[in-house]
């Protein structure tokens, strides 16, 4: 048998945007969820590597054959190269977190709801050679566990392929416990992107420029000041206030995620379902955007009021649970891999 010591368990928080690594030995890592290779040798020489990963990659893009593998979600399907892009990816990340030679490896990877019932084959792949043992578990409940929030929680998991809900009643989740929208990060890049090109149809921006933007300014409500964004206009560097855009945007995902949320309340039992609607936690990159938990407890009001809080470090809050639950995991939950 082998001892815990002899074990490096790692928790990986496996997202579209971003996935972060949290490990047994302490180390934690967050990589921006791209890999590249050089299109050919000129690339090679000048960037000296064979791959490249996350924000280097980004980069670098314009010399490398550049994947962002994962898209709501889910593993991009019928394309090798991404899949070889998240083998590499994890490869990656268990690199980072610094297993010693001959070390065995037990990984907890979260991924949305949706990826549990449809992806799990492709994780499985991805994981098989660089861990020795694979447990697979929603984004949501791995926040859940990590703060210990097992009973009358409910966790939306604001990503940016997918919002994941989790309702918590002092079990593993069942697929009636949880949902998965597309309604998330990139749906508000791609209402973003629209909005800019019908406010400024001779302007020229990237997608890139437009998740820079968001990421910067992004809210809901009423705006603190307003949101000028700096780029070229027929040819020339200009200052555009896409305060309106950046407010639509935003805002696209209040209504479906309320909706969703008052569902899921909707079917916990009666005696306990004040107690979840007031203890609700918001994950993810989406959940730091200001106003998105008040414009919630807003619609609370209409089912008797309730709270919403975000979680103190969204990056690293499902990769920390996934770790806690490695930890804690007994053999039995393991999926052995091989070799």
């Not at 490896?105 to 992806?119: D, M, W």
């Not at 660089?130 to 697979?136: H, S």
């Not at 609700?280 to 106003?291: E, F, N, R």
Request: charged share 25%.
């Amino acid at each position: 048998m082998t001892s815990k010591k002899d074990v490096l368990h790692v928790g990986i928080d496996l997202g579209t945007s971003r996935s972060a690594i949290a490990a047994s030995n302490g180390t934690k890592h967050v990589v921006e969820s791209y890999v590249g290779w050089p299109l050919d040798m000129v690339a090679r020489k000048i960037v000296k590597k064979t791959i490249l990963f996350g924000a280097e990659a980004l980069e670098a893009r314009s010399m490398l054959d550049l994947h962002r593998p994962l898209e709501r979600g889910l593993i991009k399907q019928g394309s090798a190269k991404d899949e070889e892009a998240v083998h590499e990816l994890l490869k990656h990340l268990i690199a980072l977190a610094g297993r010693q030679e001959g070390q065995r490896v037990e990984a907890v990877v979260g991924v949305p709801a949706e990826a549990l019932r449809v992806s799990r084959q492709h994780l499985r792949g991805a994981v098989k050679g660089i861990a020795d043992a694979l447990l697979i578990v929603s984004e949501p409940f791995a926040v859940a566990y990590g703060m210990d929030a097992l009973l009358h929680t409910m966790v939306i998991d604001i990503g940016a392929g997918t919002t994941d809900f989790c309702v918590m009643n002092g079990r593993y989740p069942t697929e009636e416990d949880q949902r998965t929208l597309t309604h998330a990060g990139d749906s508000i890049d791609d209402q973003l992107m629209k909005l800019v090109k019908t406010k400024a149809p001779e302007g020229r921006f990237s997608i890139h420029m437009i998740r820079e933007w968001k990421e910067k300014f992004s809210f809901v409500g009423d705006p603190k000041q307003p949101v000028v964004a700096r780029f070229p206009v027929k040819g020339k560097p200009a200052d555009v206030d896409i305060t309106a855009e950046m407010k639509k945007a935003c805002e696209s995902i209040v209504g479906p995620i309320a909706e969703t949320m008052l569902d899921l309340l909707s079917k916990v039992e009666p005696e306990y379902q004040e107690k979840v609607q007031r203890n609700i936690v918001l994950a993810g990159g989406g959940s730091q955007i200001p106003g998105l938990a008040a414009a919630l407890e807003k619609v609370l009001l209409d089912v008797g009021g309730g709270r919403v809080k975000a979680v103190e470090d969204p990056v690293f809050a499902g990769a920390n649970g996934g770790l806690a639950i490695a930890i804690d995991a007994p053999e039995g939950e393991w999926e052995p891999l091989g070799a």
